[in-house]
């Protein structure tokens, strides 16, 4: 059952991607403006006819759905194209952003999930606690990424100067601001899902039967509460993994970290339309595979849902 679920979603995938390219491709070529008008600003000593030329060398006197066709032909072969803004080619430079990217996502993944469980637990077994709890949940949803992340480098970086304000040296002195920052930021819901299921769960008739046996507390509540509770948490994360994804587009160009995020806002700024689009399209791939990740997850938590 798994092997077919994985390959009906990948075929999913594909067929998402392919409609996503040809969206994105299309919209971008009904921008005003292309690589050879910028070209021409650049060097006011190009004629007309040097532009004709330049645009039938490249292909951009074709109509939009013929150049669609030709640039998916040639990514599907391999040919990622050239980078106009960064003068490398764009398969060079998507490798290292993603794997920084995923970096930040995997730690800012698992700060966001331990500490949501954790609090979690704390309201479902503590009621007295679920006040605070509740009200660090709100707040974790209630501020913007952008503005947390300012702050913790006003602070830490500027007037504690413990920290570097950004960039990617190598090192978790570079990476625990951003990390805090997106999961933070993605607190809110681990901590309200966790709390609910685990109450549930602790109401379960085998719980009572568990602790008459003289069970402790911590027993109780992760090898008996627990592995009932984690289904709804992990399909909470399978829902949020696009907010992930683009909380670690906004953080990292917040914290200059050379990564997706930043990858993809110095494209568009630079109006470097092919890395843009290939680089939405790997976020795009990287959020759905994230998903069908917590959908094997849930399955082998709760083999019924297969």
Same mark, same amino acid.
């Given at each position: 059952m798994a092997g077919a679920l994985i390959l009906r979603r990948l075929l999913q995938i594909a067929v998402t991607t392919a409609i996503l390219s040809l969206c994105a491709f299309l919209l971008i070529g009904l921008?005003?403006?292309d690589p050879i008008d910028l070209a021409i600003a650049g060097d006011p000593r190009l004629s007309a006819a040097d532009a004709a030329r330049m645009r039938a060398l490249h292909g951009l006197d074709q109509p939009l759905l013929a150049r669609y066709l030709a640039w998916a032909q040639s990514v599907l072969g *391999?040919?990622?194209g050239h980078s106009r803004l960064f003068a490398q080619p764009v398969s060079a430079l998507l490798g290292p952003a993603l #794997?920084?990217?995923?970096?930040?996502? *995997?730690l800012a993944l698992l700060l966001a999930l331990g500490a949501g469980v954790g609090l979690g637990a704390l309201a479902a077994l503590r009621p007295r606690w679920s006040g605070p709890?509740?009200?660090l949940a709100l707040a974790a949803q209630a501020v913007p990424t952008f503005w947390l992340g300012l702050l913790l480098i006003i602070l830490f970086a500027v007037t504690l100067g413990w920290l570097p304000a950004g960039g990617a040296e190598g090192g978790w002195r570079f990476l625990l601001l951003p990390v805090v920052t997106l999961a933070f930021?993605?607190?809110a819901a681990y901590t309200r899902h966790s709390a609910a299921a685990l109450r549930s769960a602790l109401a379960e008739p085998h719980i009572r039967t568990a602790r008459a046996k003289g069970a402790s507390e911590a027993r109780v509540l992760w090898r008996h509460a627990w592995p009932n509770a984690a289904i709804p948490v992990v399909a909470v994360a399978a829902l949020d993994a696009g907010a992930l994804v683009s909380g670690a587009l906004v953080t990292e160009t917040v914290f200059?970290?050379?990564g997706m995020g930043k990858l993809i806002f110095d494209a568009v700024m630079g109006s470097d339309f092919n890395l843009a689009l290939l680089a939405l399209l790997v976020v795009a791939v990287v959020?759905?595979?994230?998903? #069908?990740?917590?959908?094997l997850v849930q399955r082998w938590l709760d083999p019924r849902l297969a």
């Open positions: 921008m005003p403006g *391999g040919n990622f #794997l920084s990217t995923l970096e930040l996502l *995997g709890v509740q009200a930021a993605n607190l200059a970290r050379p959020t759905m595979l994230a998903t #069908l990740a917590a959908d």
